[in-house]
């Protein structure tokens, strides 16, 4: 009914039913809508009519609504059910989405919630949540369909279809023996094709790829796709099987941690989105700027310190803008380089020492084709041949020591555990900043009698 | 066997099979092995042995192999097998995966290698050629089931057994009608619990999520991510059904789009990673910095336009990096906030407001606070109050006007269908590094009488 119609006709068209109180009608409408799509509309909805929308959703509906909402309204959504209901709702939602939702909550807040949930429900959640978060643990579902490797492959087919309704992907069953442990994995082509007869434990493959609750979620993300699987078994220190890591999740970890690095590589701090408030924005931006500040006084410190060079030749100002400005840029660049080429990357110990090897070629080599350039050109515009020298040869100094830093000091945090991304706002703009400088003045009060 | 020996050992064994020539030995290991490892320890072979290793795999085996290898490597495998091998393998190959090998290759190249394929499937590589790149289309593989609105629900599960070998996701059945239109979607879900004897057309669902094949693929990903879906349908402009675009293909967009993101916004130029060789590192990356290089000239004209005033209180050099440094630094940060969230957000109206007016609100608190700050700082340094004051005023309005350029110019360009990405490397920072100069030493000069 709804094939062709905009998202506006539709709300309008849910509003109608709402205030006819035409329930089927309602259900009907839901029934061709993505839970995406139901939760922008609820959103849209004026704020009279979101109790009964709320009412006339069953379970299942207001866990996929829920799931794709915003915490706030998250929040909002549960109290105007009621604890029954929500017990009801969150028992429906996927684990791993429950435990985000209940992530910055007070205890109290959590307990309450979980308090209308089956005891068996609540227990996995707060196992899951009892990772550390950002670890494979705290994004996993247990929504998988498990096997014994005793099993034949009839009976390993008839579990399938019973749980079809319930697992999130189908391709692959993950294979356990007595205790839980994984054993191997089977793909639903292979059950198709094998004998009813046969036991699964001969038809699977016995090298799994799974990873430990522990690991950290950027590491499991790279496994996923690395072997382009739709879903990674998650497994505790004893390998048993604890749920399975889907790659719709791993995408969402993929995102936010590319924001994360570009929150960092533009010193932003903490994640500020279209929604933040003002007040918060500024916060959080606000020791990054004060922390630059200083480090401009630094930069400041070093130019006084060359002001009697400087009151003699008022040219050598002109070109401290472009001389900083290039070597915070290449800097920038070499980390920026480092920093992604980490995600799908290992570091072994040659790949570090080409890397550090090519990032000083870039930088011999750009570093001439500037200093040369900038030569002619401050010699043309100043008419000083010696001063085009010590710009020229500062510029090429400084390119290459600009490089460098911005290859090592990140692979050596990285080394350290520490996140690269992180040294770019604060620690390569002062070390790039103060080289430059003390480089330039250094070259230029060295050849002071000269430029005269 | 092999289940519990590291990659050495294992790389070992291979080798010593291929010695000794125990082909039954070799394929059993490489049984055990995910394409992605069976390629990496292709690339650690001593090259005396990769021409047995490939001899030894079957087209399948070899069509997985080429996937995971780099392109280089690719068409090195691809000279050693000859043309009629070639031909077999690239039939088997995903078409998307085949797409991407031929890309940059010469029209010759090209048609030598699909010279050994079959037909059919050639052209299907070829149509999927004809997209531009980073389309949907381009990414489109045509390895789904897709099903007639007519059938029954047996008969369709009949067709996903037969299929099941070859699908790449098997959730879901996509339904057409008589010319291929796509009429709806069926989840493997409702088959089981339907009617065997149930027409497809009355238990599937009719409001499909579609992308057109010349969709952005960016935009594919955003579908993908807000749906979860594992895999989404591309269709023609007359709606016919041409391919799917799976969600590990949008994994791999989506870190590329970030790559890109991060290299736009660090202005470091078409894709440098771990890989690239110095001479094309340094290639890409010069074009930008010779840029910067001229804009860091543009703003040393600027100073030089005001040495009388720099003459007259060099101390105004001092302050010089900070205020620059601030502000180029707090438009890098409203970029990167709108860069990014344009990924996940549409971009209405009232959101471009709401984010301009939040980001000036921003702005004028960091500006305050700043200003405050440096004025008191620079009255005790140099203990002169005008100059202080001068400073501090400099800094409030340069601060407030580069977040304003950092949030502004990049919706503007996304207006006008430009990436905003592009943005921050010249423009932002030339503009921002103008307006602080031309700023600062235009107050100060109205004031110069009073600081000295």
Known sequence: MIKNMTENQITLHIIK???????????SILDELQPYDIARIYDDLPDKHKTRFLLFLNT???????????????????????????GKVLDTMDNDDLATLLDDLSPEKISSLLAGMKKEESKIVQDIMNYPPETAGRLM?????????YYSVKEAVEKLKIFAEFA??????????????????VSYRDLLISEPNEIVRNIMFERVISVPAAMDQEEAARMIERYDFLAIPVVSEENVLLGIVTVDD????VIQEANEDIEKLSASGKSIDFETKTFVAAYRRLPWLILLLFIGLVSGKIISSYQETLNQVVALAFFMPMISGMTGNTGTQ???VVVRGLVSHDLDKGTLLRLVWREFGVGLIIGLTCGVLISIIAYLWQGNAILGLVVGVSLLLTLIIGTLAGTVIPLILYRLNIDPAIASGPLITTLNDIFSLVTYFGIASAFLHLII
């Open 17 to 27: 039913s709402l205030k006819e109180n035409k329930k089927k009608e309602f259900e």
């Open 60 to 86: 299942d509906l207001l866990a996929d609504l829920i799931q794709e909402l915003n915490k706030e309204t998250q929040l909002e959504v549960l109290n105007k059910l009621g604890i029954e209901k929500t």
């Open 141 to 149: 579902t247990n929504r998988l369909v498990w096997i014994r490797n």
């Open 168 to 185: 999130e992907t189908l391709n692959y069953l993950y294979v356990v023996d007595q205790e839980r442990k994984l054993v191997g994995v």
């Open 250 to 253: 791993i995408l969402d970890v």
């Open 334 to 336: 070499s980390l920026a």
